[in-house]
């Protein structure tokens, strides 16, 4: 990379993640590398951040870098603004369109004319873990410079870590946070079972992991001084407010409690719902909150879904859903 080139590129990706932070409030950083396939090809390189801003839908800002694949000299670099559906939800396909803009030179490292590009395409996200992902893209670009167009294929990682600046917790009514006279202790069934109030305690719980609505996703987070929280620590916090003691894993949370059936008529509020992907060990958990919705703690943070196979978010979790624990017993 000729030195000017390399000048402009670290100027450019400064902007775009100085400004993404302060103007998306980012939820995740992200790089690419890929190739675009015009003419003798070109190397790709973006990176910038991204966050959810409603529904379905994600935004992304980046600084993009393009150079000849062959060596020669010609490159461009700028800025593009990307439109997302179904990204970030889950594991699974999304589509992308995407603008932008800069300044380049096909044949020399000049940078001196400005050019503009529009692309569309889909791509497919795997998550080993809550707060990493990896990505990789098919776009058909038109770039406006010599009227230059064809398939670009690129793969990356994204690394997750936070949303939108933190609301302060909402405050509940003080017989809906204080914890049962009785002492914390594991929920086996015959413990549930001395419990005198099952429905108001069962409403109580619920209330407690609402009011942590907004809260970010946090790996490994338990809400401890107002932060985020991962799925499993939201359940343990919103049971562990009312003196029912759950461990702190989804995969051990699910053993607890007794089973019960998926039929939408068998579930009650308060019951903990357990996911997996492709029939493993359960690896996410929420909270049924009734009127076919769950809460639960995700990329996009403490958010409610619902439970459908119809809703376009809730598909992704409804196609996982293993199975239902109740934890507080009916009378």
């Known amino acids: 990379m000729q030195p000017r080139a390399s000048g402009l590129m670290i100027a450019v990706l400064g902007v775009a993640t100085a400004l993404g932070p302060s103007r998306l409030h980012a939820q995740g950083i992200e790089g690419q590398v890929g190739r675009f396939y015009e003419g003798g090809g070109w190397d790709l390189y973006r990176l910038g951040v991204s966050r959810p801003i409603t529904g379905m839908f994600g935004l992304g800002l980046h600084g993009n870098y393009l150079r000849r694949a062959d060596g020669d000299d010609g490159g461009f670099a700028g800025v593009s603004a990307d439109l997302t559906a179904f990204k970030g939800g889950g594991q699974g396909p999304y589509l992308v369109a995407g603008v932008g803009g800069g300044m380049g030179s096909p044949r020399t490292g000049a940078f001196s004319s400005v050019w503009g590009s529009w ?67 594991s929920p086996d069934e015959s413990a549930v079972d001395r419990l005198a109030t099952p429905a108001p305690l069962r409403d109580a719980v619920v209330a407690t992991a609402k009011a942590a609505m907004g809260r970010p996703y946090a ?24 003196g029912i003691a759950l461990p702190r894993t989804s995969a051990e949370q699910a053993k607890r ?24 060990p359960v690896s996410h958990v929420g909270l049924y909150v009734g009127n076919g919705r769950f809460i639960h703690s995700a990329s996009r943070g403490v958010q409610i879904s619902v439970l459908s196979g119809a809703d376009p978010y809730g598909r992704w979790w409804f196609k996982r859903w293993v199975g239902v624990r109740r934890i507080i017993a009916t009378r």
């Open 257 to 280: 409690g007794k089973a019960v059936s998926k039929k939408p008529g068998s579930l009650l509020p308060g019951d903990l719902l357990t996911f997996s992907n492709r029939g493993g």
């Open 219 to 242: 790996w490994g987070g338990t809400g401890a001084d107002g932060g985020g929280f991962d799925c499993s620590g939201l359940i343990q916090h919103a049971y562990g407010r009312h």
């Open 119 to 185: 692309s569309a395409g889909a791509g497919y996200e795997l998550l080993p873990a809550p707060f990493l992902a990896f990505g990789a893209e098919v776009r058909w670009r038109e770039l406006s410079l010599d009227h230059r167009d064809g398939l670009e294929v690129a793969a990356g990682l994204s690394i997750r870590f936070g949303g939108p600046a933190r609301p302060r917790p909402a405050k509940l009514p003080p017989d809906t946070i204080e914890p049962v006279a009785e002492p914390v202790r």
